[in-house]
C-alpha cells in the first residue's frame, strides 16, 4: 500500500479507537449487577447488532466478526493479518485430528473465518493429503496424526501442533517488514516459553518435554528457562528478572491470575506506540489486536458474573485497555 492508502485506512481506525471499551467502561461493566445488566451495557456502547440476542457467546462471535469485517471493508492486503490468524489455523488442525482420531464428531469446535475452514481441515486429515496444508503446517500435521493414532496420547499431540503454531508465527516474525508483526511474534513466542516454563514446573514436566514443547527466541534462553523450571518456581522468577520479562516475574510471584494477566498485557505494552504512528501497517495490526483483547476482557467478565465471583476477583483477572 502507498502512504495514501496508509493514512485513508489509519484515519479510519482512528475514528473507530473511540468506540474501544475504556478502562472506565470496564469499571462500569465489573460493577453491573448481573451478567444480563453487563450485556446490557454492551449493547448501549454498541456490542452486537439489533438482531443479537442479549446472550453472552452471542454477542462476542458477533464482535470478533465485526472486527475482519472492518478490516476487509478497508481494502487492504489480508495477508498482512495472517500472523494474528495462526492460532485459530492451528487449532482447527488440532480439532480435526482428534475428531478424524476418535471418530467423534463436536460441532462448534471450528473457527470458521480462517484459511482453511473446519470441514475442509477434517477432509485433509482423512484424505491424509497433507500437502495441500501450508508448509508451516504439513510436517507438523502428519507427526500430530500419526502420533495420535498410534499412541492415542492426547498431550504429545497437543505439543506438537502448539510448538508448530508458534514457529509459523515467529517466522513470520522475521519476514515481517512491520516492527510491529516482529515485536508481536516475539513476545508471543516468549510469553508462551514462559507458561510452558511454569506449568512445566507445577506438573514436575521433564527437561526434554520442555525442549520439545519451547521454540527458540532472542529475548530468552529456552536452555536456562527449562533448567530453572525443573529447580523452582523461584528459579524461574529469578531467572526472568535479568530479561526483558522482570515484570512478568513479578507477577508469578503475586499470583497465577496476575501471571495470566500480564501475559496478555504485555502484548498490549508492545502495541501502543502504534497510536502515533500513522503511515503504516502497523496501527491497523494495533487495532485487531486491542478488540481481540477488550473482547477477552469482556470475556472474563461474563464469565465473572455468570459465576457470582465478587468484583475484586472479577477486577484482578482483567486485561488493560489499549485506549
Not at 60 to 79: A, F, G, H, N, P
Amino acid at each position: 500500500m502507498s502512504d495514501m492508502e496508509f493514512t485513508y485506512a489509519v484515519a479510519r481506525i482512528r475514528a473507530l479507537e473511540v468506540s474501544l471499551l475504556s478502562s472506565s467502561v470496564i469499571e462500569q461493566l465489573i460493577a453491573c449487577p448481573t451478567e444480563e445488566s453487563c450485556l446490557q451495557l454492551l449493547a448501549e456502547k454498541g456490542w452486537g447488532d439489533s438482531d443479537t440476542p442479549l446472550v453472552a457467546e452471542a454477542m462476542l462471535t458477533r464482535e470478533t466478526e465485526k472486527i475482519w469485517e472492518t478490516m476487509r471493508d478497508m481494502r487492504i492486503d489480508m495477508s498482512v493479518f495472517d500472523v494474528l490468524s495462526y492460532p485459530n489455523l492451528f487449532h482447527n488442525l488440532k480439532a480435526a485430528i482428534k475428531e478424524v482420531c476418535s471418530k467423534e464428531k463436536h460441532p462448534g469446535i471450528y473457527f470458521e473465518d480462517c484459511a482453511i475452514s473446519g470441514e475442509e481441515m477434517v477432509n485433509i486429515i482423512k484424505e491424509k493429503d497433507f500437502s495441500r496444508l501450508p508448509a508451516s503446517m504439513a510436517n507438523a500435521a502428519q507427526e500430530a496424526y500419526e502420533t495420535l493414532l498410534h499412541t492415542r496420547d492426547g498431550q504429545l499431540c497437543d505439543v506438537i501442533i502448539d510448538k508448530a503454531t508458534l514457529e509459523a508465527i515467529y517466522q513470520a516474525g522475521k519476514e515481517a517488514k512491520a516492527d510491529i508483526i516482529r515485536n508481536y511474534a516475539e513476545d508471543t513466542v516468549a510469553v508462551a516459553n514462559i507458561k510452558i516454563a511454569v506449568r512445566s514446573q507445577k506438573t514436575a514436566k521433564s527437561m526434554e518435554f520442555m525442549k520439545r514443547a519451547m521454540v527458540e527466541c532472542e529475548s530468552l534462553s529456552i536452555d536456562q528457562l527449562a533448567k530453572a523450571a525443573l529447580n523452582s518456581m523461584d528459579a524461574i522468577c529469578e531467572y526472568l528478572s535479568g530479561t526483558a520479562y522482570a515484570e512478568g516475574a513479578k507477577a508469578l510471584a503475586d499470583s497465577a491470575s496476575a501471571f495470566e494477566r500480564w501475559c496478555d498485557n504485555r502484548i498490549i505494552h508492545t502495541i501502543q506506540p502504534q497510536k502515533y504512528n500513522a503511515f503504516s501497517v502497523g496501527p491497523l495490526v494495533a487495532y485487531v489486536l486491542a478488540r481481540e483483547n477488550e473482547i477477552k476482557t469482556v470475556r472474563i467478565i461474563l464469565s465473572g458474573k455468570a459465576n457470582n465471583l465478587p468484583e475484586d476477583s472479577i477486577r484482578e483477572r482483567v486485561r488493560e485497555m489499549y485506549v
